[in-house]
């Protein structure tokens, strides 16, 4: 039997609350219509597809660059500033490879990886840091992504019950 180390516990979590979280995005923005996905409240907030956008530029520069030394230019700006209506599969596509590939990252990393210091975005912060601050990040922005579709649509797209354990078929760790 495998004991689980810190290592694996920790980088094992963030790669299922990466998928889980991702999931809970696709399957949102399936409910609503393209011009829903481009609707903003008011000039203080931002639409799903600009939130998705955004998700993408993250992933790619503390992840994928930061931690996985891969080249990403990233214009974040440009990812608040999108008005849209850009079809939500051609938004989504690139968050999902983002992911898929932030996963394979994060499944290669050794404990002095996680202790190794990167910059990134003008941060000085620790490999340990950054794996935690895109997972928070993401669960952060999910969260927004789904109060806008609770709102829009009127359903009910909770993981949890009543009791706080998730719902058949919607993932199992915490």
């Known amino acids: 039997m ?27 923005t399936g409910l609503l219509s393209a011009d829903e996905v481009w609707h903003r409240a008011n000039e203080h ?10 998700l993408t530029g993250n992933v790619r520069q503390w992840i994928l660059a930061g ?8 214009n974040r700006p440009a990812e608040f500033a999108e008005r849209g209506p850009l079809p939500a599969a051609e ?39 950054v794996v935690f601050h895109v997972v928070e990040h993401f669960a952060f922005h999910t969260g927004q992504i789904v109060h ?3 709102v829009l649509k009127n359903v009910d797209v909770s993981l949890y019950d009543a009791d706080g354990h998730k719902r058949p078929g919607r993932g199992v760790a915490p």
């Open 67 to 74: 931690l996985g030394r891969e080249a990403v230019i990233r």
């Open 91 to 129: 938004i989504l596509a690139p968050l999902q490879q983002a992911v898929a590939r932030a996963v394979e990252v994060l499944a290669d990393l050794d404990a002095a990886a996680l202790e190794a210091r990167y910059s990134i975005q003008g941060y000085d912060v620790s490999g340990l840091v």
């Open 2 to 28: 495998h004991t689980p180390t810190l290592l694996s516990d920790f980088c094992g979590h963030a790669r299922t609350k990466l998928n889980e979280h991702l999931a809970q995005i696709v399957r949102c």
């Open 148 to 150: 806008v579709t609770k």
């Open 45 to 54: 907030t931002n639409s799903v597809g600009n939130l998705i956008l955004h």
